[in-house]
């Protein structure tokens, strides 16, 4: 197994592909907060970090997006809240920032390591 394929990093790239899934979810539901009858989706953010830990390959993400349940519909029947999902947008940033610094260290072994062999 190479270097840049161990599974730390492939579980990296998959914790950032979710990320990555779950701001653009997030931001949909933002954009959609005036939508009559929309309903606020999410993404099984654990279940897809679990099943990539189990070794499963499956990267498609789009059995994960579900419906947010438990949240206050308006009369139009949307139930968007901003509040929320502007916290969640401040919380995977934190998670996306907090991959990359890891990676970045990742990468930095790597390169020292390539450093240490030169003459």
Same mark, same amino acid.
């Given at each position: 197994?190479?270097?840049?394929n161990?599974?730390?990093?492939v ?5 950032? !592909? *979710? ?5 653009? $979810? ?6 959609n907060v005036d939508?009559? *009858? ?5 993404? !099984?953010?654990?279940?897809q970090?679990q ?8 990267d498609? $993400? ?6 947010v349940? *438990?949240? #206050?519909s308006r009369p139009? *029947?949307?139930?968007?809240?901003v509040d929320r999902e502007?916290?969640l ?7 996306? &920032?907090?991959? #990359?610094? #890891?990676?970045?260290? &990742?990468?930095a072994?790597?390169?020292?390591? #390539? &450093?240490e062999?030169?003459?």
């Amino acid at each position: 197994m190479s270097f840049l394929n161990t599974t730390q990093l492939v579980l990296l790239e998959r914790y950032l !592909d *979710g990320t990555s899934m779950r701001q653009t $979810l997030v931001s949909t539901n933002v954009a959609n907060v005036d939508t009559p *009858g929309y309903q606020t989706r999410d993404v !099984d953010f654990r279940g897809q970090l679990q099943r990539a830990l189990s070794g499963d390959d499956n990267d498609e $993400l789009v059995p994960f997006v579900m419906p947010v349940r *438990g949240l #206050i519909s308006r009369p139009d *029947g949307n139930n968007v809240s901003v509040d929320r999902e502007s916290l969640l947008l401040a919380e995977i940033q934190l998670q996306y &920032k907090a991959a #990359i610094s #890891i990676l970045r260290a &990742k990468f930095a072994q790597l390169s020292t390591a #390539i &450093k240490e062999g030169q003459p």
